[in-house]
């Protein structure tokens, strides 16, 4: 039986565990260094998952975890993810990874190579699957124009004031609020800040929502040679103003300030505060939704290709859509790399398939038996769009 640890057994990390424990054909370590008891039910429910209390930001002690695996996979909080990544390619382990890691992966491809394990990064849903259509689009249009993503993960039922509530840390979601972001534009990247350039969009079965800048090309604006690519993130209407004005105000700050003799950080404060406001309650849905779009040129007529995705909180499994449509490409793509489809020493990133049809149909496969779809159009366009 083949061993995989999970790193992390978080709202996502559990939700991999689960998943490759389907089937009975691995053996599941989960580190987390608070197991809570979500997790050990978690164990007591599934056959072959065992959980292990462990400091996962100790490159020392994942070297250790990882030693004799043949796959880990990260599902771990950004700022750990190149630590871990780089602990793992020197333990001689392949890796599958879900962290929005700030640090560029790539500068460990040599290293996996001199290693011979192969890593996949960046493979949840956003980045993940939006990388990996964007790729698609770029590779069957000849020549590809444009790629547009849009992507949001969204309460089904927004409360006020913020209408939002967040499926992974409010942390990470402060600095997708000021992390600068990149574009590009006549094939030059350029800068914009966050939260900039708010449009309304309609998405079927949703509403209106608005979009607006953020930092989620990743590895796209140096992977595809596209001359026009940006990602936007939506929210119910209201709630980037509201981001905004905290932010120039100085929540979200990260020089510390004193506040009666007590030295703080600013978005530290605002994390605590705007946790419990952010969290979901008991049986609380989510949506996740996302449009990947590409326009160019296919078979010598102006195309646009468009694949949608509206996803719903699992209320048989009680598993949030966004850590369903985060985990389950993590999940297919391990289960790829320790059957030897994908076996390509280095870190690659989910574009980096984007010429190979078939982990893109075994990915699609993959997710519409666990109950996530996504809609591929394929229209003809003017000349001028």
């Known amino acids: 039986m083949k061993k995989v640890l999970v790193l992390g057994g978080g709202l996502v990390g559990s939700v991999v565990a689960r998943d490759l424990a389907t089937g009975g054909e691995f053996d599941i370590t989960v580190a987390d260094v608070h197991p809570g008891t979500s997790l050990q039910a978690l164990a007591s429910d599934q056959d072959h998952i065992t959980i292990v209390e462990a400091d996962c930001s100790s490159p020392e002690r994942i070297q250790d975890l990882a030693s004799g695996r043949d796959l880990v996979v990260g599902a771990l909080p950004g700022r750990f993810g190149y630590q871990a990544l780089r602990a793992v390619i020197e333990s001689g382990c392949g890796y599958c990874d879900i962290s929005f890691m700030p640090e560029d992966a790539w500068e460990l491809d040599d290293l996996a190579k001199e290693r011979g394990v192969?890593?996949?990064?960046?493979?949840?849903?956003?980045?993940?699957?939006?990388?990996?259509?964007?790729?698609?689009?770029?590779?069957?249009?000849?020549?590809?124009?444009?790629?547009?993503?849009?992507?949001?993960?969204?309460p089904a039922a927004p409360l006020e004031p913020f209408k939002y509530k967040a499926a992974f840390s409010p942390a990470d979601v402060i600095e997708e609020y000021t992390r600068p972001t990149r574009l590009v534009e006549d094939g030059k990247i350029v800068t914009r800040p966050a939260l900039s350039e708010p449009e309304l969009i309609g998405f079927p079965g949703v509403g209106t929502l608005?979009?607006?800048?953020?930092?989620?090309l990743r590895s796209l604006v140096e992977r595809l040679d596209v001359p026009f690519m940006r990602e936007k993130t939506m929210r119910y209407p209201g709630h980037r103003d509201m981001m905004l004005q905290m932010r120039e105000a100085g929540f979200f700050d990260e020089e510390p300030i004193e506040v009666n003799g007590v030295e703080i950080r600013p978005r530290d404060l605002a994390a605590s505060l705007l946790f419990p406001h952010w969290t979901y309650e008991e049986g609380e849905a989510d949506l996740t939704v996302m449009r990947v779009t590409g326009t160019g040129m296919l078979e010598g007529k102006p195309t646009r290709l468009t694949w949608d995705?509206?996803?719903?909180?699992?209320?048989?499994?009680?598993?949030?859509?966004?850590?369903?449509?985060?985990?389950?490409?993590?999940?297919?793509?391990?289960?790829?790399?320790?059957?030897?489809?994908?076996?390509?020493?280095?870190?690659?990133?989910?574009?980096?398939?984007?010429?190979?049809?078939?982990?893109?149909?075994?990915?699609?496969?993959?997710?519409?038996?666990?109950?996530?779809?996504?809609?591929?159009?394929?229209?003809a366009v003017g000349p001028s769009e």
């Open 210 to 216: 608005e979009a607006f800048n953020t930092d989620g």
């Open 309 to 379: 995705l509206h996803d719903r909180a699992d209320p048989v499994s009680g598993c949030s859509s966004m850590s369903r449509t985060t985990a389950f490409p993590c999940t297919i793509m391990a289960r790829m790399i320790i059957e030897g489809a994908v076996d390509e020493p280095g870190v690659h990133v989910p574009e980096d398939f984007a010429s190979r049809e078939d982990v893109l149909d075994s990915l699609l496969r993959g997710l519409e038996e666990r109950g996530i779809t996504y809609t591929e159009r394929v229209e």
């Open 118 to 154: 192969t890593c996949v990064v960046d493979m949840g849903v956003a980045p993940g699957m939006s990388n990996l259509l964007a790729g698609t689009a770029a590779h069957r249009l000849d020549p590809c124009r444009a790629i547009d993503i849009y992507v949001g993960g969204i």
